[in-house]
């Protein structure tokens, strides 16, 4: 097995490990068609909003509408990100098989987002990035591998 695995877009292996693959998630007794529609979503306070990113139709669209500024992100955004996108990516995994099994399958290596320019949640261009999802992947495998 590869010491690093590497995912990113949704035609490559791995893909599932993406926040744009379509596995669902219930968070807070809400159903959202993906982790990007959630976490997108719980950047803003605004509850009309937050259901306007939860009925997009795809998570490129979330994705857009969460990157606006028109509508003010929560104050507190940046101490709760990173604990916003573990409970959704714990879900997720916990919750579809396919993806679950495949996480566990990955023994010991090394996960990877491989988002060119994404120096927090991936590798960044260089490999330099923080890799948040990455890191998250890894923990949610060693819980669900202990459970």
């Not at 590497?6 to 693959?21: G, I, L």
């Not at 949640?121 to 060693?142: C, Y």
């Amino acid at each position: 097995m590869a010491d690093t695995i590497y995912f990113y877009a949704q035609t490559d292996p791995y893909a599932e490990f993406s926040n744009f693959a379509p596995f669902g998630v219930e968070m807070d007794g809400v159903y959202w068609r993906t982790v990007e529609h959630y976490f997108q979503a719980m950047k803003f306070h605004d509850a009309a909003y937050r259901d306007r990113i939860r009925s997009a139709s795809k998570p490129k669209d979330a994705k857009a509408l969460g990157m606006t500024r028109a509508i003010p992100l929560r104050s507190d955004w940046e101490e709760v990100k990173d604990d916003i996108m573990y409970s959704a990516v714990s879900c997720k995994f916990r919750t579809h098989p396919g993806p679950r099994d495949l996480l566990l399958g990955t023994g010991d290596a090394r996960i990877v987002e491989n988002a060119i320019s994404d120096y927090y949640w991936g590798g960044g261009q260089d490999g330099s990035g923080l890799n948040k999802l990455g890191e998250i992947l890894m923990r949610v495998r060693d819980e669900l591998r202990a459970a």
